[in-house]
């Protein structure tokens, strides 16, 4: 006799109905306390607290002792029993007193290439005159260590985040909690910062060599490096002039070297989007990814062509910011 199964409509199992609830009640939070600014005061309003499982099983406990106490009439139970109920009501109290008057801050995040994790760091500040006992930042499944602050200072939480693809990140809540003491009580507040991070194309592992260096002078370009005193050799590298190889070197020691100038030089290559014979996007900006992060570990000019973006060539660090930041939002809105 073979049985068969009950098809159990997915919208009416537990999960499902968990996710739906959790998501009705984040966006009452967002809808009753609106966006907050990137520091934020925690004030008693917006704290939030529930019993934890320890809690539920201390009140069943409490309640079996009072019922047993009226059964019996025992006065000493009946002292016990009062006892053990304002001891929950003391620690209730003292954990939502425990984040209450916090200052949360936006300390910052720095963009990262993709499949690395982005670190946002959350700041939090305790302006009282009383320690405060197993704080923690957390996101979901994302949570930070849980950390004491001190009397008048700071601590700085980080919410690591994965990431698989370029483009932004955003995160539009994060929550603070704390379940001291004993915990029998959790109490957490929503913050919507709105808080956002740029991930970086990833950086493809095998790429082609980019192109040739140019040497500007004056108006005119021409395949060589600048050139003034001599500075010594280096090894050779795709781009370089063949006027600079120290062929004598090499006849000497078989090792194909360049020879290095001091003075102005001018060399710059142009990275193009255009001309990379992928047909796969992502693949054309890991590649482009690769070549400027290479060229600004060498010091080099470098120019950046997108479709309807031209970088000129320069290097330092606002150049690598500008044309990475171009390459993780190159058509932004491919997935809208």
Same mark, same amino acid.
């Given at each position: 006799?073979?049985?068969?199964?009950?098809? !159990?409509? $997915?919208?009416? %199992?537990?999960?499902?109905?968990?996710?739906?609830?959790?998501?009705?009640?984040?966006?009452?939070?967002?809808?009753?306390?609106?966006?907050?600014? *990137?520091?934020?005061?925690?004030?008693?309003?917006?704290?939030?607290?529930?019993?934890? =499982?320890?809690?539920?099983? #201390?009140?069943?406990?409490? !309640? =079996?002792?009072?019922?047993?106490?009226?059964?019996?009439?025992?006065?000493?139970?009946?002292?016990?029993? !009062?006892?053990?109920?304002?001891?929950?009501?003391?620690?209730? *109290?003292?954990?939502?007193?425990?984040?209450?008057?916090?200052?949360? %801050?936006?300390?910052?995040? /720095?963009?990262?290439?993709?499949? +690395?994790?982005?670190?946002?760091?959350?700041?939090? *500040?305790?302006?009282?005159?009383?320690?405060?006992?197993?704080?923690?930042?957390?996101?979901?499944?994302?949570?930070?260590?849980?950390?004491?602050?001190?009397?008048?200072?700071?601590?700085?939480?980080?919410?690591?985040?994965?990431? +698989?693809?370029?483009?932004?990140?955003?995160?539009?809540?994060?929550?603070?909690?704390?379940?001291?003491? #004993?915990?029998?009580? +959790?109490?957490?507040?929503?913050?919507?910062?709105?808080?956002?991070?740029?991930?970086?194309?990833?950086?493809?592992?095998?790429?082609?060599?980019?192109?040739?260096?140019?040497?500007?002078?004056?108006?005119?370009?021409?395949?060589?490096?600048? /050139?003034?005193?001599?500075?010594?050799?280096?090894?050779? %590298?795709?781009?370089?002039?063949?006027? *600079?190889?120290?062929?004598?070197?090499?006849?000497?020691?078989?090792?194909?070297?360049?020879?290095?100038?001091?003075?102005?030089?001018?060399?710059?290559?142009? #990275?193009?989007?255009?001309?990379?014979?992928?047909?796969?996007? /992502?693949?054309?900006?890991?590649?482009?990814?690769?070549?400027?992060?290479?060229? $600004?570990?060498?010091?080099?000019?470098?120019?950046?062509?997108?479709?309807?973006?031209?970088?000129?060539?320069?290097?330092?660090?606002?150049?690598?910011?500008?044309?990475?930041?171009?390459?993780?939002?190159?058509?932004?809105?491919?997935?809208?």
């Amino acid at each position: 006799m073979s049985s068969i199964p009950w098809p !159990f409509p $997915e919208a009416l %199992s537990p999960r499902h109905l968990r996710e739906r609830l959790s998501a009705r009640v984040l966006r009452w939070a967002r809808k009753r306390q609106g966006l907050d600014p *990137h520091t934020t005061t925690l004030t008693s309003r917006r704290i939030y607290i529930l019993p934890t =499982a320890i809690g539920l099983i #201390f009140a069943l406990t409490a !309640f =079996a002792m009072l019922l047993g106490s009226m059964n019996y009439n025992n006065n000493l139970s009946f002292v016990l029993t !009062f006892m053990l109920v304002a001891l929950g009501f003391v620690a209730m *109290h003292q954990c939502q007193r425990n984040l209450v008057g916090l200052d949360v %801050s936006f300390a910052g995040v /720095e963009p990262v290439h993709a499949t +690395r994790p982005l670190e946002f760091r959350i700041a939090v *500040h305790n302006r009282s005159k009383n320690r405060r006992y197993n704080v923690q930042v957390y996101d979901g499944r994302i949570v930070s260590d849980i950390r004491d602050i001190p009397a008048g200072e700071s601590r700085v939480f980080r919410l690591e985040y994965p990431t +698989r693809q370029r483009g932004r990140m955003a995160v539009p809540r994060f929550g603070i909690r704390s379940n001291f003491p #004993f915990e029998m009580f +959790r109490a957490w507040s929503w913050v919507h910062m709105d808080l956002e991070a740029l991930v970086w194309p990833a950086q493809a592992s095998d790429v082609p060599p980019p192109p040739a260096a140019l040497t500007a002078t004056g108006h005119r370009q021409h395949d060589a490096r600048g /050139e003034e005193d001599f500075a010594g050799l280096r090894g050779y %590298s795709d781009g370089d002039s063949p006027r *600079h190889v120290a062929w004598k070197a090499y006849a000497r020691s078989g090792e194909l070297l360049s020879k290095q100038f001091a003075g102005a030089d001018t060399s710059s290559q142009w #990275f193009d989007f255009d001309t990379l014979d992928s047909t796969d996007t /992502e693949r054309r900006l890991s590649i482009l990814t690769r070549w400027v992060v290479d060229a $600004e570990l060498l010091q080099r000019d470098y120019g950046l062509r997108l479709p309807g973006h031209e970088f000129p060539p320069a290097h330092g660090d606002a150049q690598r910011q500008a044309c990475l930041r171009a390459l993780a939002l190159f058509d932004e809105k491919r997935g809208s």
